[in-house]
């Protein structure tokens, strides 16, 4: 497994969570097609996913910020809107074959999701638990 899901990135909203947990999983296939199968075949189907899914999973935070007045709302999109372009750069590269565009995204997915979880959507959790009764309103 590229990356693994660990206790530690649970942010105790269920569905923030198993969207996570589904994050983890298409850049776990997109780790198995290039550099397990050397195949390279799925890559732009897999960026697809990873685009089009995050842009539903950032949407439901971004309306939780939105809902509950978060100070950091517009931090934590300008980082999700530089997630959504360099998944996009990487899904319209016409320059590079698909491993290579396999190869070039995955270091930056394997460092960025954890990290964004435990920076940025660890810091709007805290917020929300401060708040009476909001996790459980999500």
């Known amino acids: 497994m590229y990356l693994d899901w660990e206790q530690k990135y ?14 983890f999983d298409i850049i776990n296939k997109l780790h198995k097609n290039v550099i397990i199968e050397k195949d390279g075949s799925l890559v732009n189907e897999l960026l697809l996913e990873l685009k089009i899914f995050t842009i539903d999973h950032f949407s439901t935070e971004e309306r939780v910020f939105k809902k509950y007045n978060y100070s950091q709302e517009a931090y934590h999109i300008k980082s999700h809107q530089n997630f959504t372009k360099m998944v996009s750069d990487n899904l319209f590269d016409v320059t590079s074959t698909r491993l290579v565009q396999g190869y070039k995204i995955l270091d930056f997915l394997k460092e960025w999701l954890p990290g964004h979880i435990m920076e940025h959507d660890m810091e709007y959790v805290s917020f929300l638990k401060k708040q009476t009764g909001i996790l459980a309103d999500i």
């Open 10 to 23: 649970e942010t105790g909203i269920a569905k923030i969570d198993k969207q996570h947990k589904q994050l």
